[in-house]
Structures are given as C-alpha cells and as structure tokens.
C-alpha cells in the first residue's frame, strides 16, 4: 500500500505488476493447467449453447434468446482476465501495462455488469412466463426482448466509462504490485497514491444502485413466482411450473452467493490473496458451471443437443466409411 507522496516523487507509471496467486515457481504449472482447462471448458461449453440456441427454431424464444446472450457475456467476462494471467505464466512474467491494465478493468466492468443485468431480466422473463403465462407472447414480444439487452449493454458500457474515467484521473508511485491476477477497480483505488474519497464514493454508490437493483428486481420477481407455485392445486402443477425457472435459479444463486462471499470474505481478513482466490468463484468457476446447468437440468436443450451430436457422428461415419471404401 503506497501513502501519499510528495509531487516529485510521484509519475505517469508505464506498467503494474500482478502477483496472482502464487510466486511460488512449483506450483506455476498446476495453476496454468487447471487455469487453461477451466477457460476451454468455459469457452466451448458457451459457445455449445449459443450454437445450439441459434440452429433450432424451436429455441427461438425469449428465455433461449437472453440464455445465448448470457453465454456470450460470459465468454467475453472469462476472456477478459484469464488469457492474460496464462500469457503471463508461461512467460514468467507479472508484468501488464498501465493501457492494458485500464482496458481490462474497462472491460471486466462491463462484462460483470452484463452479467447482473442479464440475470435479472432472465428473473423478469420468468415472472412474466408463470405468472402471467397467457400475456407471456404479447408483453415479451422481440422488440421488448431486444431493448432489454439494449439498455443493458448501454447502462453497463456507461458505468464502465465513469469508473475508468476517475480511475485515469489517480496517481500511482513508480512501482505498485496488484496483489491479484487481474487489474480489478477496488485493487486499482486501494493502490493510487492520490486522494481517492470520491472514487470510493462512487464504487459503492454504483454498486448499490447498478448491483442492488437487478438483485431486488430478481428477489421481488421470485417471490411472485413462488406465490403463484404456491397457489397451484396440483404436486405435478408444481414441480412442471417450477422446473422451468430451477436452471436460472440456481445460476442467480451461484453468481450473486460467490461475489458477495468475495467480499466479504476480503473486508474480514483484509488480505488481497485470499479475495483472488475468491475471486476465481464468480470469474472463471461461475460462467464454466453455466452451460452445464442450464444443459442438465434443460429437456429442450439436452433434445436439441443430442440431435446435433447425433448428425455429427452420422456425418464422421459416412467420412470414415467413403475413407475404407476408396
């Protein structure tokens, strides 16, 4: 932690260090191993959703058209911190520059952001299907479903540019190492040797307007469906009704369990390897969990998916046996 310095002894710094969660030189390649195959997986298990969602007409709905949204914001979220973290491994070096350091705070709050919203329109989209299941067409017509993600790529883009923005605006000594593996903005505030009052006033002020809000709009909208699973008359009735919301449910849970659990986590011990390691949870684990979620406990999903794998193999076979044959 630098203190405030003297006007001499403070410059434009070129670069910042992140530290990771190790220096260990052991322990480097279990990290990049198990680091790299959680981004495969979160990659390619999203990216199966969005090609699954797009090639079946019978998933071209509001639930399926926000679900592809989310794995593509996601795999961006996950691409935003975790390849630059392998580069750096491989390499043996910790170091990032100030411009790349900016662009990937930029970006992972604009990613974190359109993750929350996206959960939460996800929640609405839910309420709207079982509570009012005969208006459900009508009220989430594709002009709504397409100004929902709109407003909340607009909303997300513009915190992001008022954080960055403040955060252009601090000094930092000659030599600051992140005690992370990616430039997060509380990380950045904690270290600047300028006054960061106003930062910190706007990080939470945000965070409870921009985060707090999705969160309320989810819980009010789950307790609605809840009271309408309640008032069904039949165990069937009700297992069917709340089988189409457990998915969403239990991705909502995840995310918004292990981002708070990071922070408090880090405001008890106060140390800044034990919220990276945390931080992995909502980061890297969260978006690789998604599509196995939302693909197991999915009837739609799995049909379509083995229909795909199905005509793979059958088109594999007919290239091995025209192989054999010629």
Same mark, same amino acid.
């Given at each position: 932690q630098c203190n405030l310095m003297?006007?001499?002894?403070?410059?434009?710094?070129?670069k910042f260090l992140l530290l990771g969660f190790s220096e260990r030189p052991e322990l480097q390649p279990l990290i990049f191993g198990l680091f790299l195959?959680?981004?495969?997986?979160?990659?390619?298990?999203?990216?199966? *959703?969005? =090609?699954?969602? %797009?090639?079946?007409?019978?998933?071209?709905?509001? !639930? +399926?058209?926000?679900?592809?949204? @989310?794995?593509f914001v996601d795999i961006c979220f996950t691409s935003t911190t975790v390849p630059k973290m392998l580069v750096n491994i491989q390499t043996q070096s910790n170091v990032i520059t100030y411009e790349d350091c900016i662009a990937q705070m930029n970006f992972f709050i604009i990613f974190s952001g359109l993750d929350i919203y996206l959960l939460a329109v996800m929640a609405y989209d839910r309420f709207v299907?079982?509570?009012?299941?005969?208006?459900?067409?009508?009220?989430?017509?594709?002009?709504l479903c397409g100004l929902l993600v709109l407003v909340s790529w607009i909303t997300s883009v513009l915190h992001s540019l008022l954080q960055t923005s403040m955060v252009l605006g601090l000094s930092f000594c000659t030599e600051v190492e992140i005690p992370h593996f990616f430039c997060e903005l509380n990380?950045? *505030?904690? =270290?600047?040797? %300028?006054?960061?009052?106003?930062?910190?006033?706007? !990080? +939470?002020?945000?965070?409870?307007? @921009?985060?707090?809000g999705p969160l309320a709009g989810i819980l009010y909208s789950y307790s609605k469906i809840v009271s309408t699973i309640i008032g069904i008359s039949s165990a069937q009735g009700k297992y069917k009704v709340f089988s189409t919301c457990v998915s969403h449910l239990l991705v909502v849970s995840l995310f918004f369990c292990t981002s708070l659990g990071v922070y408090l986590s880090s405001a008890a011990t106060q140390s800044s390897h034990s919220s990276a390691t945390a931080s992995v949870m909502y980061t890297v684990v969260t978006p690789m969990l998604n599509p196995f979620i939302y693909s197991l406990r999915n009837r739609d999903l799995k049909v379509v998916l083995k229909r795909i794998i199905g005509i793979s193999l059958m088109k594999l076979e007919g290239k091995l046996q025209n192989k054999c044959l010629n």
């Open positions: 003297e006007p001499g002894n403070i410059t434009r710094i070129s195959s959680m981004y495969l997986i979160t990659v390619f298990g999203n990216l199966l *959703i969005i =090609l699954v969602v %797009s090639s079946d007409s019978r998933l071209h709905t509001p !639930m +399926y058209f926000f679900l592809a949204n @989310l794995s299907a079982i509570c009012h299941p005969l208006h459900y067409m009508v009220i989430m017509n594709p002009w990380q950045m *505030i904690q =270290l600047a040797c %300028s006054d960061t009052f106003l930062n910190n006033v706007v !990080m +939470y002020l945000a965070a409870m307007l @921009l985060a707090g």
